[in-house]
């Protein structure tokens, strides 16, 4: 694993390095942009960080689980940069927060709070890229394919919504078939067993806690709002103008390739290429993106320098309170 992370990263950055490369000295020239937008990266990143941790501090009062801001915050920021430094980060991340937040005998209630918080910034994703992939098409003047994308949007979130609105849970199902298959004591179905019991919670999240449901998803969407501010914001500092629908594409675009790369640690390379080749795509100069990249690569950073600091000093109280509650509840005990 070590191997195959470090050939990742190492491949990363040679891209990275071809990218600089390719854009040449000239082009170079416009990462003076950064210099200007720094204060509103700044502020873009302060604000993200405050409604997200507002949202899971809200998800976990939902469900009775006590948690100062300071420790939502924390917890946050120290899972993040986990996952930042690992192969596959989301994978890392999300079952890292439990267990970071959790206390003893509140296991199933905490990752209810973590996973309904995760899904409702997910879906705000989504609907930035669909605007994005709409804007795009509408800022190439193809109306035609934009009416196309328009029909494929809502298919894609019909279908979303059939899948998730239904209250019926989708793991019981799964747990009927292995049982059938590999018995009723076997580990898979005993897992599954209480997987069931957090699914049911997540699903009715949003029946038993409707005006904070809301709450949270609009907080979400001004998050990703701020994202797409960030891209106006290099746009204005290089001289080119506002146009929203392009705003929207790029980030749009951005996003899916961030999506794609999640198996590359830290993302080298693949944040600034894909940056750099969005803007290029709306006919914009590609360094635009990769100062956007640079400065985006930035908030990362700190983000995880931050998070590292209060896992090491965080009060040994509640490092002994997370080992208990991991070593004690068999469900975060799995993640």
Same mark, same amino acid.
């Given at each position: 694993?070590?191997?195959?992370? =470090?050939?990742?990263?190492?491949?990363? &950055?040679?891209?990275?390095?071809? +990218?600089?490369?390719?854009?040449?000295?000239?082009?170079?020239?416009? +990462?003076?942009?950064?210099?200007?937008?720094?204060?509103?990266?700044?502020?873009? =990143?302060? %604000?993200?960080?405050?409604?997200?941790?507002?949202?899971?501090?809200?998800? +976990?009062?939902?469900?009775?689980? !006590?948690?100062?801001?300071?420790?939502?915050?924390?917890?946050? %920021?120290?899972?993040?940069?986990?996952?930042?430094?690992?192969?596959?980060?989301?994978?890392?991340?999300?079952?890292?927060?439990?267990?970071?937040?959790?206390? !003893?005998?509140?296991?199933?209630?905490?990752?209810?709070?973590?996973?309904?918080?995760?899904?409702?910034?997910?879906?705000?994703?989504?609907?930035?890229?669909?605007?994005? $992939?709409?804007?795009?098409?509408?800022? $190439?003047?193809?109306?035609?394919?934009?009416?196309?994308? /328009?029909?494929?949007?809502?298919?894609?979130?019909?279908?979303?919504?059939?899948?998730?609105?239904?209250?019926?849970?989708? +793991?019981?199902?799964?747990?009927?078939?292995?049982?059938?298959?590999?018995?009723?004591?076997?580990?898979?179905?005993?897992?599954? %067993?209480?997987?069931?019991?957090?699914?049911?919670?997540?699903?009715?999240?949003?029946?038993?806690?409707?005006?904070?449901?809301?709450?949270?998803?609009?907080?979400?969407?001004?998050?990703?709002?701020?994202? $797409?501010? *960030?891209?106006?914001?290099?746009?204005?500092?290089?001289?080119?103008?506002? #146009? !929203?629908? /392009? &705003?929207?594409?790029? *980030?749009?675009?951005?996003?899916? &390739?961030?999506?794609?790369?999640?198996?590359?640690?830290?993302?080298?390379?693949? #944040? *600034?290429?894909?940056?750099?080749?969005?803007? =290029?795509?709306?006919?914009?100069?590609?360094?635009?993106? =990769?100062?956007?990249?640079?400065?985006?690569?930035?908030?990362? %950073?700190? @983000?995880?320098? /931050?998070?590292?600091?209060?896992?090491?000093? @965080?009060?040994?109280?509640?490092? @002994?309170?997370?080992?208990?509650?991991?070593?004690?509840?068999?469900?975060?005990?799995?993640?």
């Amino acid at each position: 694993m070590t191997r195959t992370r =470090l050939i990742v990263a190492a491949g990363g &950055v040679a891209l990275l390095g071809l +990218l600089i490369g390719r854009l040449g000295a000239a082009s170079l020239s416009q +990462l003076s942009a950064l210099g200007p937008v720094a204060p509103a990266l700044a502020a873009s =990143l302060a %604000l993200r960080l405050a409604w997200r941790t507002w949202n899971l501090r809200a998800a +976990l009062r939902a469900e009775n689980v !006590p948690a100062t801001a300071g420790t939502v915050l924390g917890a946050r %920021l120290a899972s993040e940069a986990a996952g930042y430094l690992s192969v596959a980060g989301p994978l890392v991340a999300e079952p890292l927060k439990p267990l970071l937040l959790g206390r !003893p005998g509140s296991a199933r209630q905490t990752v209810t709070a973590t996973v309904v918080d995760t899904a409702f910034y997910w879906v705000s994703s989504t609907a930035l890229i669909l605007a994005g $992939a709409l804007g795009g098409l509408l800022h $190439a003047g193809d109306g035609r394919s934009a009416a196309a994308m /328009a029909l494929v949007a809502g298919a894609v979130s019909a279908a979303a919504a059939g899948l998730v609105l239904p209250h019926r849970p989708l +793991l019981p199902l799964l747990r009927h078939r292995l049982e059938g298959r590999l018995g009723r004591d076997s580990r898979w179905a005993s897992g599954l %067993l209480r997987a069931a019991e957090v699914e049911r919670r997540v699903r009715s999240f949003r029946r038993r806690h409707p005006a904070r449901s809301v709450e949270i998803f609009a907080r979400d969407l001004l998050c990703q709002a701020a994202r $797409a501010g *960030e891209v106006a914001a290099i746009l204005w500092a290089g001289g080119a103008g506002f #146009d !929203p629908l /392009a &705003v929207l594409g790029i *980030e749009s675009a951005i996003r899916i &390739v961030k999506t794609a790369s999640f198996f590359v640690p830290g993302r080298i390379g693949a #944040d *600034e290429a894909g940056a750099a080749g969005a803007f =290029l795509l709306f006919g914009f100069n590609p360094a635009l993106g =990769l100062s956007l990249a640079l400065g985006r690569r930035f908030q990362a %950073l700190a @983000r995880c320098s /931050a998070g590292m600091m209060w896992l090491s000093y @965080r009060p040994s109280s509640e490092k @002994r309170k997370g080992n208990l509650h991991a070593s004690a509840d068999p469900v975060t005990s799995r993640l």
